[in-house]
């Protein structure tokens, strides 16, 4: 089937601090991969996404490469602020899979002051 | 102008009553989504709807009946609350069911508690 694991637990760093937020995933077909985001008390956000090996998606200083030979989509920002406090979800969808989004368990990041 | 919108924001009611989520788009699009977040915040397909045909059901139980009166609409009724219900249901819709690659775009969730 259609997976996405993400690393366990929240993520507590300081501002301007590096992020590195890990994804792999298991797929039948060459999935398309994405990153959303749910800020506090919001909706769901598409962050980035990337449709083919080696793309990489980049937004509001995020970024993630689709790497097919380990299966991975880890996002990175180098600096982060208060303001990037949320939640991050991985998530893929594949060819002839009817579009559902198959998500990882999301990331908790607290950015502190 | 939202793009997906879907209301209420907030319900909380008894267990046991009947409750609706209403949700439209303005995108244009042809497929619309149910989609569950747990209290752990997994998410979770529920029903996807593709010009008012239904395509995905997604072991939900029946107490939960989704409606698309035309394309621009899925409604979400649920039958018999029950305290286990209490998530955040989000709508969600795409320009289609063949274009995976296409960005799915989220309501901003209705948050049900079930008491």
């Known amino acids: 089937g259609n997976s996405v694991t993400q690393m366990e637990g929240p993520v507590t760093l300081s501002e301007e601090a590096f992020l590195t937020i890990n994804c792999t995933y298991t797929a039948t077909g060459y999935p398309s991969l994405f990153w959303y985001v749910q800020y506090p008390g919001e909706g769901l956000q598409l962050l980035l996404k990337a449709t083919k090996a080696d793309d990489k998606g980049s937004n509001k200083g995020f970024e993630a490469t689709y790497r097919k030979e380990t299966t991975s989509f880890h996002l990175e920002k180098g600096s982060v602020q208060v303001s990037d406090s949320a939640v991050y979800f991985c998530?893929?969808?594949?060819?002839?899979?009817?579009?559902?989004?198959?998500f990882g368990k999301g990331n908790q990041v607290v950015v502190i002051p | 102008d939202t793009a997906v919108s879907q209301t209420p924001k907030y319900l909380v009611t008894q267990m046991g009553n009947d409750k609706s989520i209403k949700c439209e788009q303005n995108?244009?699009?042809?497929?619309m989504y149910w989609y569950k977040q747990d209290s752990k915040k997994f998410l979770k397909i529920m029903f996807s709807?593709?010009?008012?045909?239904?395509?995905i059901n997604e072991t939900v139980p029946n107490r939960f009946s989704p409606k698309s009166p035309d394309k621009a609409h899925l409604n979400l009724h649920i039958n018999s609350l029950e305290l286990g219900d209490s998530a955040v249901y989000f709508c969600a819709s795409s320009q289609d069911l063949t274009s995976f690659e296409n960005t799915i775009y989220f309501g901003e969730g209705s948050w049900l508690t079930v008491v």
């Open positions: 998530a893929l969808s594949v060819p002839y899979g009817n579009n559902r989004l198959a």
């Open positions: 995108l244009g699009h042809d497929t």
């Open positions: 709807y593709n010009n008012k045909e239904l395509i």
